[in-house]
C-alpha cells in the first residue's frame, strides 16, 4: 500500500495553532465531572463514538447468542423466549443504540470542523442530548432482568404481540424509547441550527461538503418522523396501562394501524441510518482517488429526492398485510422509484474513480466495500419492491440478508471509513496501516460469510425471527454462523487499532491525508480542542 | 481475443452454475399454480436484471480500480461534471423501472382476484396453531406440530420433515379454485406456503384473502412468517392438495366423522376413553406450554401437576379451559376444540402425572356449559 506522501502546505489558521481558547478555562473540571459537564463538541464527540462502539459489542454479543443458537436445528442453548429476547434487543441496540450515536458522534466532531464553526450552536443542549442516551439504554437493557423477560417481539414491536401480549416490562422499553427519542430530536435540532447558522463566511449551501449536507437532510427526517415513534409508543403505553384499544381488535381497535404508523417512522428511519453514510463515502473516495468528486449538484440533489420519497414509501414493509390493491400498486412504484436517486449516486462515485489516482489506504478500502457491498443490498431492494414477489421474500431470511447488507457493510462500515479516515484529525497519529487491512479483509470476508447465505435460505423458505429450522436450511445457518463468528471475533481488531492510535503511531500533519479538500484539514493534528473560534475565510476549489 | 474467451467462458460457468444452485434448493420455488409460476419468473427478471446492472457497474469501478492505481503512476484527470452523461444514467433506469413495473402490475391484478371460487376456507392464526374451516361444509379443524418435542430438545433423531409436519394436514383440490379467508384469534401470524405463492397475514379483528388453484396433486408445506411470540418456529402448514374426486371423498368421510363425535356429545364416556382421548388432545395442543409432564414453564406458564388450586376446584378448571385467562397467555378453547376434546383433556389433566383426583368430565356437561 501507497505511504501517505508529506503535507502540502497549508496555511494554518491564526487561533487555533496555539489551541486556542483551552487556555483560557483554567477552572475546566477534570477526571469524570469534566465529562459529565463538558459542551465541547469535540469532547461530545468522543462520548458519542464510545458509546454507540458500546453498543456495537453488547449489541454483537446478543447476535452472537443468535447465531450460536441457529449453529445447528435443534434447540442447543437457549430457549425460545430467551432467543427472541436476543433478535429484539440486537436489532434495538444496533438501530438506536449503536449506528444512530456513532453517526451523530461523527457529526458532532465534523461538522464544525468541515463549516469552521468554534462548536455546535446549542453547546449545552448537546451534553443533554449525550447524556440522555446512557440513561435510556441501561434501562433498555435492564428490561432483560426484569421478570417475564425484556422485548421479545422483535425490534418492529408489532402490536398487539407487544401490547396485550407482552412481558410487563414493556412500558420501561416505550420510555426508554421515548428517551432515546427526544436526545435524537435534540440532536438534530442542534445539527440544523450549527449548519444553517454557523457556516464560514462565503460557504454557500451549495458549498457544503457532502457529509454536512447529508447530515442536514437527516437531521430534518429526525425531525419529521421521531415524533411518530413517540407517538406510537405512547398508544402502546396507554393500551397497555390505561385501558385504552388503539392496537386492539376486540376492544374495537385496528393492529394495522400499529404497523402504517411504526413504518411511517421506520422506513426515514433506514435512510437517516444510511444517508450520513453517503457524505462520508462521497468525502472519501475523491481524496484517495486523487480527483474531486463527479456530480456533486446531483449528490445533493439525489440525497434530498432519496429523503422525500422515504416519506411515500413506508407500506411496502406491509404488501402481505391486506393492504387494497391500489395501495400496492402505488406504493411499489415509489419504492422502485428510489432506485433512481440511489443508482445516481453509485454512478458518480464510480465515474469519480474513473481515470483517478487511486490508492487503498484504510479508510478508502472501506469506502470501496461500502459501495460494491451496499450495492448488492440495493439490488435486494429492488427486488423486494416488487410487490408479488414480495409475498414470497416477505418475512424471510432474504429480508434479513438485504437489510444487513445495506446496514452493515453499508452504514457500519462507511463509519468505520470515516473513523480510519478522521483518526489522523481526532489523535494526531495515523491508525495501525498493517492492523487495519486486516481488520478491513477479515471483516469482508466475514460479513459476506455471514449475510451472503441468507438470501439462498430465505428464498429456500426460511422465515426471519425463528430459533429452529427445518434440515433443508441447516448448511446455510452453518455458514452464516461461522462468518458471524468471524466477523464478530474481528471487531476486537478494530478496538485495537483505535486504542493503539489514541496512544501512539506515525505523527500526522493538518493535512493528513495528501488530496483531502475541506476546512477541516487547515487546523491542526490532533485538533485542539477550540477551532476556529474566528471564522476561516472559505475559499471555493477553482473550477 | 484470448481474455475475451476466457472471460466468456467464465460468465458462462457462473451462469450454468447459477442455474444448477437454482434447482437445488437455492432459489425460490416454481411452485405449482399458475400464479407461482409468474411470480418466480417476476423474480428471475427482476434478478439478471440486477446480475446485467451489476455486471456493468462493478466492471466500470474494478477496471479503474486496477486502471487507474496511484502507485503505476496513474495521474488523475480532472473533470466533475457532465450534464449529458447525469440525464442519461438517470433516464436509463427509469425506463428499466417501467419496463418491470407493467408485468408486476399484470401478476398483482391476478393475484387480487379472489372471485368466483369453488372452495372457500377461513384460516385462523392462534398461538401456535392454525384452525381450518371448510366454510358451508360443516368441516373444521386444528393443525398442530406434528415433531416430537423430543426431536426440538435433541434427545431424538430428526425426522425427514422436521418442524415441518403437522398432526392434521389442510387437505384441498387440485384444479379448482379455493379461497383462503384469513383472520387470528390472538396476535398477528402469517400463513406461507412456498410452493403455493401464497403468503397472507392473519390479523385479529381482520379477514384477509387470496387464493390457489392448484395443478399438480401432492404434499406441500410452510409456515408461519410472522413472529407470533414464542412457538413461532413451531406452526408448520402441510397442504395436501388430492385429485377431486379423492378431495370430494375425504370432505364427506370428515363430514361423517363430525356428525359421529357430535353424537358422542350425548353418551356416558368411560375413564379410559377419555384419559385416551384426553392424552391425544394435550400433546397436540397444551404440551407447547405446559410441557410433556405438566410441569409448565412459571411464571407464565403455571404447572399442571400438583396444582392444588385447579384439583381442588372443578369448575374453574372447567372455565379456564373453556374462556381462558383474560391477559395471560392461556387462550379461550371454546370454539377451537369439541366438547368431546375439551372434557377429555380436563379429565386427563386432572388424572395424569399423579394428579390423580379420580375425576373425570363429560362431554355433556361442557356442551351444557357452552350453550350458556
Redesign the interface.
Known sequence: M?TNPAPKPVPQHASTAAGGLAEAHPERPSGLLRWLLTTNHKEIGTLYLIFSLTMFFIGGVFAMVVRAELFQ????LVQ??FF?QMTTMHGLIMVFGAVMPAFVGLANWMVPLQIGAPDMALPRLNNFSFWLLPVAFTLLLSTLLM??GGP???WTF?A??ST??APPSTTFFILSLHIAGISSILGAINIIATILNLRAPGMRMMDMPLFVWTWLITAFLLIAVMPVLAGVVTMMLMDINFGTSFFN??GG????LFQHLFWFFGHPEVYIMILPAFGIVSAIIPTF??????????MVYATAAIAILSFLVWAHHMF???LP?VA??FF??CT??I??PT??K??NW??????????FEPPMLFA?AF??LF??GG??G??LA????D??Y???YFVVAHFHYVLVPGAVFAIMAGVYYWLPKWTGHYPHERLAQWHFWLSVVGVNLTFFPMH?SG???M??????????FADFNLVSSLGAFLFGASQLLFVAVVVLCVRGGRQAPAQAWEHAEDLEWSVPSPAPLHTFETPPTFERPAH | MRTLLVWLAGGLSLAGSIQVAMANGWNMPVGVTELSGNIHSLHMTIFWICVAIGVVVFGVMFYSLFRYRHAKGAKAANFHENIVVEVVWTAIPLLILIGMAVPATATLKQMYDASEADLDILVTGQQWRWRYDYLGEDVAFTSNLGTPRAQIRGEEAFGENYLLEVDEPLVVPVNRKVRFLFTSDDVIHSWWVPDLAVKQDSVPGFINENWVRIDEPGVYRGQCAELCGKDHAFMPIVVHAMEEEAFDTWLADRRAAASQEAQGIDREWAMDELMERGEQVYTAVCVSCHQEDGSGNPPAFPALAGNQALLDDRDRHIDTVVDGVSGAAMPAFRSTLNPVEIAAVITYERNAWGNDSGDSVQPSEIAERLSD
Open positions: 501507497a436445528p435443534g434447540l442447543q425460545p423466549e427472541n421478570p417475564g421479545n417481539f422483535g408489532y398487539p404481540l396485550t401480549y381488535a376486540a381497535g385496528d393492529p394495522v482517488a486523487r480527483k474531486r468528486l463527479f456530480g456533486y449538484a446531483s402481505v398485510v391486506g390493491l400496492e400498486l411499489m412504484y422502485m422509484l432506485a433512481v443508482g445516481v453509485v454512478f464510480i465515474t469519480t474513480l474513473f481515470r483517478g489516482s487511486i490508492s470501496l459501495v460494491v450495492t448488492i439490488f435486494s429492488l427486488m416488487i410487490a408479488p414477489a409475498f414470497q416477505h418475512d424471510t439462498f428464498l429456500a423458505g422465515p426471519r425471527r425463528i430459533p429452529d429450522y427445518a434440515l433443508q
